[in-house]
């Protein structure tokens, strides 16, 4: 649902999009899937990553830069298991997820339309296994805020700050997109508008609404 306070008549103009969960699917499937393959519990990833304090310090230095992915990789691989192979882990883990097509066909379509994009993405490790180029949306946006190279992350209010002035636009011109609630609160504070996405196909028929645009989806 889009919470903001544009005043009548504006129009949008800037589309600030999270990546995983936005511009992909949801990766929860396919990564109890992949744990199964590696002869893992279903839910160990997602355990492993939020839940053990040192997988929850390994991820949250990736994401802003303080390691690498490989460096991420061998300290997470250990965690998971003795016989987890942590050559390309992150690679591994991600394969599966697809992209989320009628959110890139949005992306597009706004671009198309005139309306200035941002990627504001929490970064999982740019190499070896970088998901933007794998996915192929990097070049859909004019600016791109991507924390491991910036050493912020959401929900700190200053990578937001940071888009604004990237995308070159006022906070109430622009709708931000995340999957992940908390990170919608700072955004908010600032006067971005903003759209929960829950389900994809709800979320890309708001901003089609908010936007004036028709997501088409590639034959």
């Known amino acids: 649902m889009v919470r903001g306070n544009r005043a009548d008549g504006d129009e949008w103009l800037g589309l600030i999009l999270d990546f995983a969960g936005v511009l992909t699917a949801s990766p929860i499937e396919v990564h109890r899937a992949w744990c199964v393959s590696e002869g893992l519990e279903p839910g160990a990833w997602r355990a492993t990553l939020n839940d053990h304090p040192e997988g929850r310090r390994l991820y949250a230095a990736l994401e802003i830069g303080e390691i690498g992915q490989v460096e991420w990789n061998e300290g997470t691989a250990a965690l998971l298991g003795e016989h987890v192979d942590p050559v390309n882990l ?53 600016v791109h805020v991507v924390s491991e190279l910036e050493g912020l992350a959401k929900p700190d209010p200053a990578i937001y700050r940071l888009a604004l002035e990237r995308i070159g636009l006022p906070a109430e011109r622009c709708v931000f997109v995340d999957d992940h609630a908390v990170n919608l609160s700072p955004a908010a504070a600032l006067g971005i508008s903003t759209v929960h996405v829950t389900d994809e196909g709800a979320a890309v028929a708001e901003l089609e609404a908010l936007l004036g645009v028709t997501a088409v989806l590639a034959t």
């Open 90 to 142: 992150m690679g591994r883990a991600w394969a599966g997820v697809p992209p989320a097509r009628r959110m890139v066909a949005l992306a597009r379509a706004a671009r198309d339309a005139g309306h200035r994009l941002a990627l504001l993405s929490n970064s999982f490790g740019l190499d070896p296994f970088n998901p933007y180029e794998r996915v192929g949306i990097w070049d859909l946006f004019d």
